[in-house]
Nanobody
């Protein structure tokens, strides 16, 4: 089994900054990609940012220039640095990982979610 555990959510004022962390643990053979999704009330879950082992990084248009995704491969951890935050960034943020659990098999895993609220 593989677990993804997020931390760092909370309340931030508009224009402020927040950093999320997600650590993967368990039966990890290798990691294909790790990233972040978010879901606001009444909306579908959407991609925020994702980082692949090949070095490719993709951001949602709504966060480009404001959010930065990074990884610590030695610690199987992914970060999301969020700045110039807006009320529209309010959502539950989910960590996502595409992870090989042995040489032949991989699964998609999700964290439990962490609430981010942008409000004055």
């Amino acid at each position: 089994q593989v677990q993804l555990v997020e931390s760092g959510g909370g309340l931030v004022q508009p224009g402020g900054s927040l950093t999320l962390s997600c650590a993967a643990s368990g039966n990890i053979f290798s990691i294909i990609a790790m990233g972040w999704y978010r879901q606001a009330p009444g909306n579908q879950r959407e991609l925020v940012a994702i980082s692949t082992n090949g070095g490719r990084i993709t951001y949602a248009d709504s966060v480009k220039g404001r959010f930065t995704i990074s990884r610590d491969n030695a610690m199987n951890t992914v970060y999301l640095q969020m700045s110039s935050m807006k009320p529209d960034d309010t959502a539950v943020y989910y960590c996502n990982g595409h992870i090989y659990y042995n040489t032949n098999g991989w699964n998609e895993y999700w964290g439990q979610g962490t609430q981010v609220t942008v409000s004055a």
